[in-house]
């Protein structure tokens, strides 16, 4: 099997598009794709400071390692920042990831714990959620933001990007639909270009099934030890759910993409009707009282 592009041998078929790639054209069209997200959304801007959030996954890292080969060849700037929710066990191998590939890189690192922004680990604030209601992966999806925009403001930063990929905007899609939080549906939109701190997904429009090759095939060590939170929610059944329908009717994803699109700039209009400031942090919302500011006042409750 020849690449399609060049005479090598093909490592990969991308069973959508019938496409035969050697692992340099394969490499190539991924930072190409990533390249044409960035610019259709108007996701970097001249002179800008991206904080990049690396988490030490293979998403995050590879996002690191083709980002800053940009920002090297074009006017804006990188730093990376790592968020450590305080999992015993887990986040210590992907710290030690983060730190040897951003020596390599030179790029500059830093890391923000909860329990230094919150004083509580994550653990320690799963201790104190009410009932069993909400998942970790909420709570700490929560603490995650806001940590992420302290991060972002403390290194000067315009931009954050993150490595989130294709399927995990599906599975976010429908986590959202399933619970019946629709107004997340309007955060959903890839153009962020009118907020004032901005959250970029430059891989949004790549399969992970993609980045994973991406990561294999330019031989990028990444986390192995999963969280052991990662099956308690109900995202690793929707992602089995996706992926066994891509196996059988190839490009759904990308369909189903693409009607994501459609509907979250519509969720999102209408909640612009709707936009409040939150009292406590300032930031938009729809209710006087963001998410976030919500989970926090919660915890420090429970824990008084
Ligand atoms: Fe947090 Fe859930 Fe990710 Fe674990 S899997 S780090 S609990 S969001
Ligand atoms: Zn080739």
Redesign the pocket.
């Given at each position: 099997m020849i690449?399609?592009?060049?005479?090598?041998q093909?490592a990969y078929t991308r069973k959508y598009s019938g496409e035969k790639?050697?692992s340099?054209?394969?490499s190539k069209s991924i930072v190409k794709k990533t390249a044409k997200t960035i610019s259709k959304y108007n996701m970097i801007q001249h002179n800008e400071l991206v904080a990049v959030a690396v988490s030490g996954g293979k998403d995050s890292l590879a996002l690191l390692k083709i980002i800053n080969e940009m920002a090297s060849t074009h006017s804006f700037k990188i730093k990376a920042i790592t968020i450590d929710e305080g999992i015993p066990g887990y986040r210590n191998e992907a710290l030690e990831i983060v730190e040897k590939i951003c020596k390599e890189l030179n790029v500059e690192h830093k890391v923000y714990s909860y329990k230094d922004l919150f004083e509580l680990t994550l653990d320690e604030a799963l201790e104190l959620r009410e009932g069993e209601k909400t998942s970790s992966c909420s709570i700490c999806g929560t603490l995650r933001r806001r940590a992420m925009e302290h991060a972002a403001k403390d290194i000067g930063a315009d931009v954050i990007a993150t490595g989130h990929n294709l399927d995990d905007t599906l599975q976010t899609f429908v986590i959202n639909m399933l619970s019946g939080d629709t107004k997340k549906i309007g955060w959903m939109d890839p153009d962020t270009s009118t907020n004032s701190l901005r959250k970029i997904k430059p891989f949004c429009e790549i399969y992970e099934s993609e980045i994973v090759f991406y990561a294999f095939t330019n031989d990028m060590p990444f986390q192995s030890e999963p969280c052991p939170h990662m099956n308690e929610g109900i995202r690793t059944e929707i992602r089995e759910f996706l992926n066994s329908l891509e196996t059988q009717h190839s490009g759904i994803k990308n369909n189903m993409y693409q009607s994501i699109l459609k509907v979250s700039q519509i969720v999102k209009n209408s909640n612009s009707k709707k936009r409040r400031r939150c009292e406590q942090c300032g930031n938009e919302c729809t209710s006087g009282i963001c998410s976030v500011c919500s989970t926090v006042l919660k915890l420090k409750e429970n824990q008084t």
């Open positions: 690449c399609d592009r060049c005479e090598n093909a790639l050697c340099e054209c394969f």
